[in-house]
């Protein structure tokens, strides 16, 4: 699951673009202040080179290794050791939003058909040791993705694509290779896809397809030591404690358009308490919160209704949407008009205030897909929740039909993070309203998505009925943000995703018809119809499109945010 340290982030539609020149102030937006000015803009614009940038973060990364990955933050730093061959842009708005040549040297040749992308790479790149980056690093880099019995956790899109029908096993337990992709020579590689996939460069710009020198792989233990392609490599790497990053003396600014690398170091400080972040981040000994995950609840009135604090503030949607999964296979939630009389009786106002507000918590949902990714439906809300205020007398309506009418009881699983706790506590006092008596039990977020409700039988086993989360788009189309949540084919037996286990043969079928479809018009729609399938199975509650109020130092330069990550660029910032 692609998320954030402390939650959830991604967002909005994306199109292929080709690079623009840079000016000399170090932006390519308008130079900005104040509040939110990092959405539009570039805040102190700068090109001076020097000095330590200044983060920290209450988690730890899931891992380092590129392969590994399925956290939102986690992506935005790993700009900073690893390249692919396309990336998103660095600019602020929605030119963020697209893609743009990394290592290689222009957008791929596309077949007519669709079916095979063949990318050039640039000259004169090379990894941290100096030996030349190769088409067959990028490829093995891949390759490594295959192997999920030892290198599991980092999203598989590639082998849904890559593997049709070879049952690649990855490099470690065969010497064959992935037959689909090939590399004529060190600067070409060719992919060959069974069937037209729009969404396809998307992938390669994920870190699971950055080039790994087969001759530094160590497998499992890769994350522990990533080998740089980027502009800076790992001096310190420890784990739950402390990183460091320094310039990769081998990485030529010549080669890489997109990145500014303007600090000489960057050190990452990992398990600081969030309200100790806050501390730092307002008395300056700290640049930036790396998580971007917001200030917490005792800090957020004190950034808002300070003027000067609040110049340095930006608010940015994050992509993600907050929900609440209702379990469909245990009970009383295997009964529709259960999960409807849940639906009405949320107090979706109580949640946004609990996370913060309008501003630092985020907009009241109707649907499920975020504002921004194309069949996004402004006016879905079957449950007329958008308002805030929910519809006791329907709920027990509802009740009544479940054959409920006086509740029931049920279990909310959630993490023990501040925010999730309060999220967690509104909707018990919603539900206590129409009978249902909800206990919470919450989890260690490091825990969670994987072991407490990423595993159907132990959700079973606590009696899970709704289980909290987030969750954003791995790329701004509907297929990087639906499939992993609502395939029935999907449900795995750990790792899971699909919470409510939504095993529908209409949203299925709507799954496997927007993969081939290329028309941006046609998919939107197919999403849409996807959205409003999964609110009409009332097996999602969506909460709040999300926002974070994030501060920053003000001797950070080159500030913006990129909406891609939902936050700001990391590989852009510099300090004064």
């Known amino acids: 699951m692609k998320t954030t340290w402390c939650g959830a982030a991604l967002v909005v539609t994306l199109a292929l673009g080709g690079c623009a020149a840079k000016d000399n102030t170090g932006g390519e937006g308008k130079a900005a202040a104040g509040f939110n000015a990092g959405l539009t803009g570039v805040v102190n614009p700068s090109d001076r080179t020097g000095g330590t940038l200044r983060l920290a973060t209450a988690h730890d ?44 040297g222009a957008l791929p040749e596309v077949s007519a058909d669709g079916l095979i992308y063949t990318f050039r790479l640039r000259d004169g790149l090379r990894f941290e040791d100096g030996t030349a980056i190769r088409a067959r690093d990028v490829k093995y880099g891949i390759e490594r993705l295959f192997a999920q019995d030892e290198l599991s956790g980092g999203p598989t899109y590639l082998i849904d694509q890559l593997d049709q029908g070879q049952e690649y096993p990855g490099p470690y337990r065969s010497s064959e290779g992935l037959r689909s992709v090939t590399t004529p020579d060190d600067r070409t590689i060719v992919f060959r896809l069974a069937e037209p996939f729009a969404d396809f460069p998307y992938l390669l710009a994920m870190g699971v397809a950055a080039p790994v020198p087969q001759a530094a792989d ?58 100790e972040i806050d501390a730092q981040l307002l008395d300056g000994t700290l640049d930036a919160d790396a998580g971007q995950g917001g200030v917490q609840a005792a800090t957020q009135p004190k950034v808002l209704l300070d003027p000067a604090l609040k110049a340095n503030a930006d608010a940015p949607t994050t992509g993600f949407v907050q929900y609440a999964a209702l379990v469909s ?110 206990r919470i039990d919450p989890s260690d977020p490091s825990l969670y998505a994987r072991s407490v409700v990423g595993s159907p039988s132990n959700v079973h086993q606590q009696g899970y009925g709704l289980i909290l989360s987030a969750w954003s788009a791995d790329f701004p189309t509907g297929y990087g ?61 969506p909460l709040t499109y999300d926002k974070v109020l994030n501060y920053r130092n003000p001797r950070l330069t080159n500030v913006f945010v990129n909406q891609f990550y939902g936050g700001w660029d990391v590989t852009s910032l510099g300090v004064a």
């Not at 392609?229 to 081998?250: A, C, I, M, Q």
Request: with cysteine; proline share 8%.
């Open 329 to 438: 296979t245990v009970a009383p939630f295997d009964n529709v008009h259960c999960r409807r009389a849940v639906q009405y009786a949320v107090d979706k106002g109580a949640v946004q205030t609990a996370r913060g507000g309008p501003d630092a918590g985020g907009e009241i949902a109707g649907g499920m897909l975020p504002p921004g990714v194309p069949g996004h439906d402004p006016a879905l809300d079957p449950f007329q929740t958008r308002g805030g205020k929910p519809q006791v007398d329907r709920a027990r309506e509802e009740l009544g039909r479940c054959g409920r009418p006086d509740g029931f009881a049920t279990v909310i699983a959630a993490t023990n993070s501040p925010k999730a706790m309060k999220t967690a506590e509104a909707i018990q006092a919603s539900l206590a309203a129409i009978g249902v008596t909800a």
């Open 218 to 275: 160590t497998g499992a233990r890769y994350g522990d030591r990533p080998v740089s392609s980027g502009p800076y490599r790992f001096e310190t790497l420890d784990p739950g404690k402390k990183v460091v990053f320094v310039r990769n003396e081998r990485w030529d600014r010549a080669t890489d358009p997109v990145r500014k690398a303007l600090p000489d170091r960057i050190e990452l400080t990992i398990g600081t308490a969030p309200a």
């Open 61 to 104: 990364a899931d891992s380092w290794d590129p392969a590994r990955s399925y956290i939102n933050a986690v992506y935005n730093l790993q700009r900073l050791y690893t390249r692919t061959l396309l990336t998103p842009d660095t600019k602020p708005g929605a030119e963020s939003l697209q893609l743009v040549p990394d290592l290689a």
């Open 481 to 541: 943000f639906f499939p992993t949540l609502v395939d029935g084919r999907r449900i795995l037996p750990s790792g899971n995703n699909n919470y409510a286990e939504i095993d529908d043969v209409f949203i299925n079928e709507q799954l496997d018809q927007a993969r081939t479809t290329t028309d941006p018009t046609r998919s939107a729609g197919i999403w849409q119809r996807v959205d409003a399938a999964v609110m009409d199975s009332a097996t999602m509650l």
